[in-house]
């Protein structure tokens, strides 16, 4: 929503199976945050981007990777070495970071 | 360890005002409190953002005392499609001068008729 762009909205893999979750802005933030959300959950930090190139891991960053090559882009990879990878998924940008957060619809991921 | 709290639920009628409490007492010195609304499976929602004092928009006011470790998100005469989860967001201060934008746990508001 907003300028934000998740795909797929829904998406099934089998227990194993790297995936990667597309996330596109096209609002010229800087900033862009990965957060995951368990149901009747809040949201926990997964990694976030300052700036192109550059990306710190969150809360709980183990299990995934994340790059930025682009200003527009910040796709995220849930490996299989996360224990327990379904959830929703929300990316988020901004212009800073004291700037409001403008969150795409998100993807759920189910893995099985 | 600091955490931002919030209380997990909160039950209102058309019509009344509805305060929404965050504690945050380990807030980072030059970040702002950000106040979120999300509806079931969608991305939340920005609904208002200040330092200090007290912020009014056309939706919501926000009060933030003078230490900042507590902010009061209000809603004015709230109404059915206000039934939703509000999350504050804050960066908190660690060591190392590195802070964290840490969000609270969420509150759950329903509105009934």
């Known amino acids: 929503d907003g300028g934000i762009t998740q795909s797929p909205k829904y998406l099934f893999r089998k227990e194993g199976q790297n995936v990667t979750l597309s996330c596109e802005q096209n609002?010229?933030?800087?900033?862009m945050y990965w957060y995951r959300q368990d149901p009747g959950q809040g949201l926990r930090l997964i990694y976030y981007?300052?700036?192109?190139?550059?990306?710190q891991k969150g809360d709980i960053a183990e299990g995934y990777s994340v790059s930025r090559e682009k200003k527009e882009s910040f796709p995220l990879t849930v490996t299989s070495a996360q224990k327990n990878p379904t959830a929703f998924y929300l990316c988020?940008?901004?212009?800073?970071?004291?700037?409001?957060?403008?969150f795409g619809p998100g993807t759920r991921l189910t893995v099985t | 360890l600091a955490k931002t709290t919030q209380p997990i639920s909160m039950d209102s009628y058309e019509g009344q005002e509805v305060n929404i409490t965050c504690s945050h007492n380990?807030?980072?010195?030059?970040?702002?409190i950000t106040w979120y609304q999300q509806f079931p499976s969608q991305g939340p929602r920005f609904i208002i953002q200040?330092?200090?004092t007290k912020v009014t928009n056309e939706v919501a006011s926000l009060f933030i005392p003078a230490d900042r470790k507590s902010s009061t998100l209000s809603l004015p005469r709230v109404s059915l499609s206000d039934t939703a989860v509000y999350y504050c967001?804050?960066?908190?201060?660690?060591?190392?001068?590195?802070?964290?934008?840490?969000f609270g746990a969420g509150t759950r508001l329903a509105v009934h008729p």
């Open positions: 988020a940008s901004s212009a800073g970071r004291n700037y409001e957060q403008y």
């Open positions: 609002l010229n933030h800087d900033a």
């Open positions: 981007s300052q700036i192109v190139n550059d990306f």
């Open positions: 380990n807030i980072a010195t030059n970040d702002y």
């Open positions: 200040g330092y200090k």
């Open positions: 967001l804050v960066g908190e201060a660690l060591s190392g001068g590195y802070n964290k934008l840490i």
